[in-house]
């Protein structure tokens, strides 16, 4: 079903109608398909170095507030979901940059990014 999704929205904009030369016809809806896959991304993805600035922001205010106050059940446990909330922003953050390098080795659950980014810059 997933894969039906897909067609249907590159079809979509393949269909659209566009009249003028073939070359500018062509131009015009991959242009109208990368606009609509921006906001797709932005839509299912979002921004992952947002996501990983607010997860450790999260974690850094529950801890300070554990620090200053006497640590309750209910402060342990917002922490705990804090945590796996920040692992989910790294595992994401390291994807991208596991995908940005185009690495063909899959290194799984690695999270140097400064690596990736590192490889990243080499190759372009």
């Known amino acids: 079903m997933i894969m039906i999704c897909r067609k249907e929205f590159i079809s979509s904009c393949w269909q659209t109608r566009v ?7 062509l131009t015009k809806k991959l242009k109208l398909l990368k606009d609509r ?3 797709w991304n932005k839509n299912v993805f979002g ?11 999260t974690l850094h205010h529950i801890q300070y507030q554990i620090q200053m106050t006497n640590p309750s059940d209910s402060l342990r446990n917002r ?3 804090a ?8 595992e994401g953050h390291a994807c991208f940059w596991h995908e940005k390098s185009s690495l063909s080795s ?12 590192r490889i990243t810059k080499i190759k372009n």
């Open 19 to 25: 009249i003028c030369c073939p070359m500018y016809i």
């Open 37 to 39: 896959l921006k906001i």
């Open 47 to 57: 921004n992952v170095h947002q996501f990983l600035r607010e997860a450790e922001q």
């Open 79 to 81: 922490e705990k979901m």
């Open 83 to 90: 945590q796996c909330g920040l692992d989910k922003a790294l």
């Open 106 to 117: 899959p290194l799984e659950r690695d999270r140097n990014t400064a690596f990736f980014h």
